[in-house]
């Protein structure tokens, strides 16, 4: 079956500018991840959504950053006006909670680059 | 708070080598242990888990024992091969969240 896909794979932007990532996660996954991947920080959680439940937001490193779930499926994480220091590979992940069983499926991420 | 800490790579093996790569946590309550691989241009997968003090993770003859009494989650394989050279990453989830911490990963290459 389908996993969870990222759009787009790769994104170079300038400074200043503002993106849009997209995340699709596995159909019937009610939890939703947002991690970021860079090489001076390792791999960082940004946010968390369950269902209806208001969006775990305590990783996003600025009021920059902000992401929305919509229809409980599909998410975009957006970041305003980027920073070099934003350059990264940010990771979706995807589950069904369950307790002491939940395992986290990871999307192949977007690289973002700001110059 | 919670935190991974694993041994740095690269770590580079002959094949048919054992592999040994240790992490450690730091952790509220009682967390799953899990360790992550990323091959080359792919996305993370999960290679194995374990949810209790001294239930062992298994997955393509790796293994890992959630050692309680040591905070420890090492992964070995006895026998590696080329095609395992990737990226590990050590990670914790605590019981009532849900968000996952990571080590910093460890790179293993396995040459011929």
């Known amino acids: 079956g389908a996993g969870v896909s990222q759009s787009p794979s790769n994104k170079v932007t300038e400074k200043g500018k503002d993106v849009e990532l997209r995340c699709d996660p596995i159909?019937?996954?009610?939890?939703l991840y947002w991690y970021r991947q860079s090489l001076g920080q390792g791999l960082e959680f940004l946010i968390y959504?369950?269902?209806?439940?208001?969006?775990?937001k305590s990783g996003l490193p600025s009021d920059r950053f902000s992401a929305e779930r919509t229809g409980g499926s599909v998410s975009t994480l957006t970041i305003q006006r980027t920073q070099q220091e934003d350059s990264a590979v940010y990771l979706c992940?995807?589950?069904?909670?369950?307790?002491?069983?939940?395992?986290?499926?990871f999307g192949p991420g977007t690289r973002l680059t700001v110059l | 708070g919670n935190s991974v800490t694993q041994m740095e790579g690269p770590v580079t093996l002959s094949e048919e080598a054992f592999l040994t790569i240790n992490c450690t946590y730091t952790?509220?309550?009682?967390?799953?242990l899990f360790w992550y691989v990323q091959y080359p241009g792919e996305g993370l997968q999960l290679l194995l888990k374990?949810?209790?003090?001294?239930d062992k993770g298994s997955n393509k003859g790796f293994e890992a024992t959630y050692r309680k009494e040591t905070t420890s989650f090492h992964l070995e394989k006895g026998s590696v091969q080329v095609s395992d050279s990737a990226v590990y990453f050590c990670?914790?989830?605590?019981?009532?969240?849900?968000?996952?911490?990571f080590g910093t990963g460890t790179q293993l290459k396995v040459e011929l």
């Open positions: 992940a995807s589950s069904t909670p369950r307790s002491g069983t939940d395992t986290q499926y």
């Open positions: 159909s019937g996954h009610t939890a």
């Open positions: 959504f369950q269902g209806n439940s208001a969006p775990d």
């Open positions: 952790a509220t309550g009682y967390p799953s």
């Open positions: 374990a949810t209790k003090a001294d």
């Open positions: 990670a914790l989830r605590t019981g009532g969240g849900n968000k996952l911490t």
